[in-house]
């Protein structure tokens, strides 16, 4: 006989939500086997409508403590696991099955949920846990209980379903929300100076404000609690502190700090994905690509699924996969570059970059028809003025002389720069063109800003130029042309 699915209370707290409300009681429907609704003074139609959907609705008054609104909410519950929400949270239906499941495969634990801004990055969550009395929520804003299930070694694992916050999608209230949670965070500092926890959160709030020196200083508490208590060092405002400091010091412009919190953070927690993530990144942008590569190529599968920090992980695997391939080409391993931009179209078939580049990772590993393929496909799927150069270049490289003079009067635009002037000058000499090395000869003197007279006139002055440019491609193809005339000359 098949396990039936563990029920479920949902609990939350609201306050003057008729306009949010509806969406989160209708996107539970199915999934909640009691919906638990704390209101701390509502003045809307907040309460009818949470009857109107069947919840149990209770009445507590707000006392700037989200961590005591939501234990009322628990008193209430009845149901095998509590699952807490907000009012601006959404559970789509097709969230439900991975939430049962999940709980069926780990029975009596908890689990993290992913909660993400659509369009925007995501975070895992502790949403659920089971139902036992003596475990709470603490703290009077950024309300967690992970310290209760610890203590009753209740442990909790990720699962792969996803909520949708919509509370921040108005900037305004976005705002007006964080200077409240500061106010409360500032107060409860006061309170518990020794609480680690509330400067994370504090340089969280000034983050999201903008204030990110302020924020910093905030970091700094937490991470001197960390040089004194061994306690500290292991949790996770301080890996995550050393993370957020890092980020705020380059948003700054103060790139060598954070590189240096970054290779202080890697001591400590060389399991933390973003810490080399972000180190490769600051590096990248300064173009330091070597540094790059050895922060990043360990990263190369790393899927990012297991991170709390909110991140758009299919865009940073996009970045990574980019910049690691652009690294690989300056450090010389082609085979890396060619793994990540292949990655990259299998990804993103229209990502039209990584066509450039994956041709550029082939040429030099030796593979010229695997470059021309690279060009072709690309161009399939989308006309592009440098992957049509690229492809004129290499198909001159491989002496298809024929496809690369009709790749040629393809090239519009680039037909008049000097690589292309010089392929065509090579193109002209291979077929004894007379007419057409006149022409090409004195259209690459002009491109040079040499006065244009007849080939071989001031031959010796323009390779002296072309040489003085140190452009090698345009060199090459155009001493590739002399010296084949020359060759024919008897």
Known sequence: MKRKFPSISVCMIVKN???????????????????????????????????????????????????????ESLKHATKDFILWLDADDEVKETEHHKIRVHLRKYPGTGAYL???????????????????????????????????????????????????????????????????????????????????????????????????????????????????????????????????KASYLALLGRVDEALSVLAYGKSFFPQFVLIPYLSGK????????????????????????????????????????RALGVSALFADDVLIAEECFMKTIDNDPGDRPAYHHLAVARERKGDVDGAIAACSIGLKREDDAYLRKRLFLLLLKKESFDQALECYETLNGNRDDADALSG????????????????????????????????????????????????????ELFEAGVTFLLSQTP
């Open 17 to 71: 939500e008729e306009e949010n409300l509806p969406r989160l009681l209708a996107s539970i429907k199915g999934l909640a086997d009691e919906v638990i609704v704390v209101d701390t003074g509502s003045k809307d139609k907040t309460v009818s409508i949470a009857r109107e959907f069947g919840a149990k609705v209770c009445h507590f008054p707000w006392c700037d403590d989200f961590s005591a609104a939501r234990n």
């Open 114 to 244: 992913q909660t993400c801004v659509e369009g925007e990055g995501q975070a895992l969550q502790l949403r659920i846990f089971p139902n036992h009395r003596g475990i709470w929520f603490e703290g009077r804003i950024h309300e967690q209980t992970i310290r209760s299930l610890e203590a009753k070694g209740i442990p909790a694992y990720a699962c792969n379903a996803r909520i949708i916050h919509h509370g921040y999608e108005d900037r305004g209230a976005t705002v007006e929300k964080l200077r409240r949670n500061r106010k409360i965070l500032e107060e409860e500092l006061k309170e518990h100076p020794e609480d680690f926890n509330i400067p994370f959160f504090l340089a969280r709030t000034c983050s999201g404000l903008g204030e990110f020196e302020l924020a910093i200083t905030y970091l700094d508490m937490v991470i001197e609690r960390a040089k004194e208590d061994p306690i500290v060092r292991t949790q996770v405002a301080f890996k995550n502190g050393l993370f957020d």
């Open 282 to 321: 600051l590096h990248f942008e300064r173009k330091e690509y070597r540094e790059a590569f050895e922060d990043l190529l360990p990263l190369k599968d790393e899927t990012f699924e297991r991170e709390t920090e909110p991140i758009n992980i299919p865009h940073v695997r996009k970045w990574l996969l």
């Open 424 to 475: 065509r000058f090579l193109l002209s000499c291979r077929a004894l063109d007379g007419a057409g090395i006149q022409r090409y000869y004195r259209l690459v003197e002009e491109k040079l800003s040499i006065d244009p007279v007849d080939f071989p006139q001031n031959l010796q002055a323009t390779r002296m130029r072309l040489r003085e440019t140190n452009d090698a491609r345009s060199t």
